[in-house]
């Protein structure tokens, strides 16, 4: 079954999100800020500031705040270039600021980060270089000119030139170190975000199509009983009408339709499902249903059962559950996708646990990826000669992500391994191996935790 092609959502597109409200209310709280501290320190501290042209610069902050908050829409969503200008006027009108009051040597000129975070939080990689570039040219600049702070008798309040340095070098460190840090960590959310959003798509697809499959059961088995009986006095109007041949042929004709659709019905309802036992299969089905997409792509599919018990137990009733069913189709897909010839699907039990393992004979998982298995969207790496094998596969990211994620939401533990590494398998080429493991209490369809209830079956008016 082919998989949705889903893509990381690109960073202007996530730019488009940010609210211009949002950086509004931003900018009102900075300009409480330093109209505060500008009108405080002269008469808490006795500094000598140019209060006249630091009221000039937040007066212009009030301005374009007041402006953006009338003139446009409160519903507005800034892009890429309007969220840029707007970071870049806070940054230039912040680094005036402190050299109108001492430049480095003023404490608050940790605040140049703030914009420099933001940017890397909501913008795309190259505006955060170029806010990084400017916030290191302020930086810079504010180590050498500044307007000094004095104090009421005449003092210049004025830090050692080696604590100057000392600040410049860590400002430095710090815009580059927060906004490496803060674009890292918000790249993996957004990762994370774009493909949890990928898994439950599939999920919902999964769930439509098993609906769907309970909905044809139901008619299968519903309308068993009344073609049974179409056919059945069709069949002795046939034999009643032998002398009357216009008749006859009529109710030939009804006994030929009424074939055709029990075997509509069969072919439709072919899964094996029945309406009563919805919920529920034969581990042995559930399998089945896993890779019966994956059955004619030209590989072998082998799929083999085992007890673990010395005594032979019969196999068990698990849940048939979309997130099992996808999950495991997943992981087929991918081993047919690598497989020289044989795909092996083998499948495990005992009273505790239920193991599938599935492996094929292929070039088993590149070894310096194998710790990353799992993690979506791994197909933005850098492509390596492994890739090359097939050049249209977009990656072991997002599939692999999708499986990993929806059986684990079924209770299941996985362990991906090569033949190399897996000591179980020595008679035979194994390239990958991937391990799917249960507590059999979370899907034994009968004597698990969520046990499927028994009864007649309910009409559709009464569900």
Wanted: with cysteine; net charge neutral.
């Amino acid at each position: 079954m082919p998989q949705p092609t889903i893509r990381p959502i690109g960073e202007r597109k996530r730019a488009n999100w940010i609210r211009l409200r949002t950086m509004i209310y931003l900018r009102w709280v900075a300009i409480v800020g330093q109209f505060v501290a500008v009108t405080i320190a002269p008469f808490l501290f006795g500094l000598q500031l140019e209060l006249g042209w630091c009221y000039f610069a937040i007066s212009v902050s009030v301005i374009g705040n007041l402006v953006a908050a009338f003139v446009f829409p409160e519903n507005k969503r800034l892009s890429e270039r309007e969220n840029i200008s707007m970071i870049i006027f806070d940054l230039l009108q912040l680094g005036f600021l402190l050299y109108l009051t001492g430049g480095l040597n003023n404490p608050f000129t940790l605040l140049l980060l703030g914009p420099v975070t933001i940017s890397a939080t909501a913008l795309s990689l190259r505006s955060t270089l170029v806010l990084c570039v400017m916030a290191i040219v302020s930086v810079t600049v504010l180590a050498f000119f500044y307007i000094p702070l004095h104090t009421e008798t005449g003092e210049v309040l004025r830090i050692p030139q080696l604590f100057i340095f000392g600040q410049w070098i860590a400002l430095v460190i710090a815009v580059i170190f927060t906004s490496a840090y803060s674009r890292r960590v918000t790249s993996e959310i957004h990762l994370m975000s774009d493909a949890l959003a990928a898994t439950q798509m599939a999920l919902a697809r999964e769930q439509k199509l098993t609906d769907l499959g309970g909905v044809i059961a139901a008619a299968a088995h519903e309308l068993g009983t009344p073609l049974a009986t179409i056919k059945l006095t069709s069949a002795e109007l046939v034999h009643e009408l032998h002398d009357q041949p216009d008749l006859r042929e009529d109710a030939e004709l009804i006994v030929q339709q009424t074939d055709r659709c029990r075997d509509i019905l069969r072919d439709m309802g072919r899964a094996g499902k029945d309406d009563l036992h919805m919920r529920q299969a034969p581990l042995i089905t559930v399998i089945e249903s896993a890779a019966e997409p994956h059955m004619e792509r030209g590989k072998d599919v082998l799929i083999s059962l085992d007890s673990g018990e010395n005594i032979p137990s019969a196999q068990p009733a698990i849940l048939r559950m979309p997130e099992i069913i996808h999950g495991l189709r997943n992981l087929v897909q991918n081993a047919v996708d690598f497989a020289e010839t044989t795909v092996w699907i083998e499948t495990r039990w005992n009273a505790e646990t239920i193991t599938v393992r599935i492996l094929d004979d292929g070039k088993g998982f590149p070894p310096q990826l194998l710790g990353r298995l799992g993690d979506p969207f791994m197909g933005r790496r850098q492509r390596t000669n492994y890739d090359t094998a097939r050049p249209e596969y977009a990656g072991m990211g997002l599939g692999l992500f999708i499986a990993k994620t929806l059986l684990e939401r079924s209770g299941a533990m996985l362990r991906f391994a090569n033949g190399a590494d897996d000591a179980t398998n020595r008679t035979r080429k194994i390239g990958a191996v991937v391990e799917v493991r249960w507590p059999r209490r979370k899907i034994d369809a009968l004597a698990g935790d969520n046990p499927v209830a028994s009864g007649r079956n309910t009409r559709f008016a009464e569900m």
